[in-house]
């Protein structure tokens, strides 16, 4: 590999990413890199998590905001700052902005956690102006964009930026340096691509041996279906939930040097990043946001490859809403398979209840939900029930006893939008 990653005309050099730390000394922490012996001992492997989630502004996204806007030209009278963020590279801007004694204007979606929000205030202060408009980081994006151009400021990518791709690299310089040992495997989540750039740049130039594996929630697979297709793809709908890393489309620039770089990309499912969400925080007292925790949840698929090996997982930011905590629970019971909805028809006759819980449900079943509109004049109604089960296989049984006493069901798991009107 040479000394630079060449590809489209675009370099990421070590150079450039030894002057981005430099210009990052003293704005940043440079966050430990801690074997984790819960992880190892679950793998059998030793793993190690880069703690990006202790950065100042709880994620990595300051360090590729301030690089770039700490290289801009000043121009007379002052240059206005403009971005656009699901929520941290907000913050690393909003810090920036603070910092550099710039004015800020901060388009974020309009569904970002209300935490969010509030840190980009309280990082920005009174340099920042908070913009929340569309449903998604792209619609936010194109208003931003649409505001910057009109008004002659200074747009901040969050991704697709050399300079920006550039003091994210300084995450891996930052691990090569803590590393007393190699690494076989190093795990990275992926949104626009920005960090799995510059971190993967840094490697293949100095720990070449290393295997560069990227991470996408699998409702927004931008850069997974486009590395596939060996062209970019924009996608029509995303998940928004893992919302650090629902991209919809990737960068040129960070294609490129994703396609060019990574060893392999792999989806995680929504409800798996719950499940390890509740995990990290309930064994190791760790808060991560959804996208913080990709990296961890995609040791499963890879629980046979890493046996013995040194493995860094990059955990990229903590900036979790405690009031998400219900919906990460049952998203990850979901995908547990310990929670199960159901759209049942009765038979409008008394006994029907006393004959769904006494020989549909196994004892240690439990109702969690239960609504249910007596129709006049009609000889059945229909019943949404939720029911917890101890063991993921009693639904089956459940189905099974159903269709035995007839009970006609519409199994609803997997239904998000007709779930969210109940649940």
């Not at 819960?38 to 360090?63: G, H, N, T």
């Not at 006759?349 to 109702?367: C, E, Q, S, Y």
């Amino acid at each position: 590999m040479d000394k630079d990653i060449v590809d489209s005309g675009t370099v990421v050099s070590l150079e450039k990413v030894e002057q981005a730390a430099r210009n990052l000394k003293g704005v940043i922490n440079k966050t430990p890199l801690l074997q984790n012996h819960w992880l190892s001992q679950r793998y059998d492997a030793q793993v190690y998590l880069k703690r990006e989630d202790l950065q100042v502004v709880r994620s990595y996204k300051i360090r590729g905001a301030y690089n770039k806007m700490c290289t801009l030209p000043r121009l007379e009278g002052g240059r206005e700052i403009v971005c656009s963020s699901a929520g941290n590279h907000a913050q690393g801007v909003a810090y920036a902005c603070q910092l550099l004694g710039l004015k800020g204007y901060i388009f974020m979606p309009s569904n970002t956690p209300a935490q969010k929000v509030n840190k980009v205030h309280l990082f920005g202060k009174d340099m920042v102006e908070v913009v929340l408009t569309g449903k998604t980081y792209d619609d936010t994006f194109n208003a931003a964009k649409a505001f910057s151009d009109e008004r002659g400021s200074t747009f901040i990518p969050p991704f697709d930026d050399l300079a920006v791709v550039e003091g994210q690299a300084t995450v891996g310089l930052e691990i090569l340096k803590s590393a007393n040992f190699s690494i076989d495997y190093l795990f990275m989540p992926i949104g626009g691509g920005g960090l799995a750039s510059g971190v993967s740049s840094v490697f293949k130039q100095l720990s070449p041996h290393t295997k560069l594996i990227g991470v996408q929630p699998a409702g927004a697979p931008s850069m997974y279906n486009s590395l596939k297709a060996q062209k970019r793809i924009a996608l029509d709908t995303i998940d928004s939930f893992v919302d650090g890393a629902a991209v919809k489309c990737p960068g040129e620039l960070t294609f490129e040097i994703c396609r060019e770089l990574l060893d392999d990309i792999v989806l995680v499912p929504e409800g798996q990043v719950c499940e390890d969400i509740l995990k990290m925080y309930n064994e190791e007292g760790v808060v991560l946001e959804p996208a913080g925790t990709l990296s961890v949840s995609v040791l499963k698929s890879y629980a046979e490859e890493i046996k013995g090996k040194n493995v860094v997982c990059v955990i990229s930011g903590s900036n979790n809403d405690i009031t998400r905590m219900e919906d990460i629970k049952e998203r990850a019971m979901q995908h547990q398979g310990l929670k199960h909805y159901f759209m049942v028809t009765f038979n409008q006759n008394p006994g029907a209840l006393r004959t769904f819980v006494n020989l549909v449900l196994h004892p240690d079943d439990d109702i969690i939900h239960f609504q249910y509109i007596k129709k006049n004049n009609k000889e059945k109604g229909p019943v949404f029930i939720g029911i917890e089960v101890k063991e993921p296989q009693n639904a089956e049984v459940i189905k099974r006893r159903m269709t035995e006493e007839g009970f006609a069901y519409e199994y609803l798991n997997g239904k998000s939008d007709f779930l969210n009107l109940f649940v």
